[in-house]
Nanobody
Framework: QVQLVESGGGSVLPGGSLRLSCAASGYTYIYNYMGWFRQAPGKEREGVAAIYTIGGSTAYADSVKGRFTISQDNAKNTVYLQMNSLKPEDTAMYYC????????????????????WGQGTQVTVSS
């Protein structure tokens, strides 16, 4: 099994920045990609960004392109999400996920591609 623990959430003013971290433990060799998802109250969970752990290819949702950056530190089994120019509509619970199923493809950012999930960290953007 794989355990994922998120950290770094909080409250920030519009235009501000936050960096989320996701530390993986357990059988970390069984997944090939990791991602960040978010879910606002009353809305479906949506993919934000993902990274293929070997090679570092990335994928982003259109809504965050140019503002968010996903990165990894393989030595620490940790994935980061740097969020800049935050907007009120970015307010949500953010979840880290990992997967290795290969279908659907990881870059589609579909939740079904990811088998392992963290508990989430809240991000609130408000003035």
């Amino acid at each position: 099994q794989v355990q994922l623990v998120e950290s770094g959430g909080g409250s920030v003013l519009p235009g501000g920045s936050l960096r989320l971290s996701c530390a993986a433990s357990g059988y970390t060799y069984i997944y090939n990609y990791m991602g960040w998802f978010r879910q606002a109250p009353g809305k479906e969970r949506e993919g934000v960004a993902a990274i293929y752990t070997i090679g570092g290819s990335t994928a982003y949702a259109d809504s965050v392109k140019g503002r968010f950056t996903i990165s990894q530190d393989n030595a620490k089994n940790t994935v980061y999400l740097q969020m800049n120019s935050l907007k009120p509509e970015d307010t949500a619970m953010y979840y880290c996920a990992a997967g290795g199923l290969g279908s659907p493809d990881w870059y589609t950012l579909l939740p079904a591609a990811f088998e392992y999930w963290g508990q989430g960290t809240q991000v609130t953007v408000s003035s």
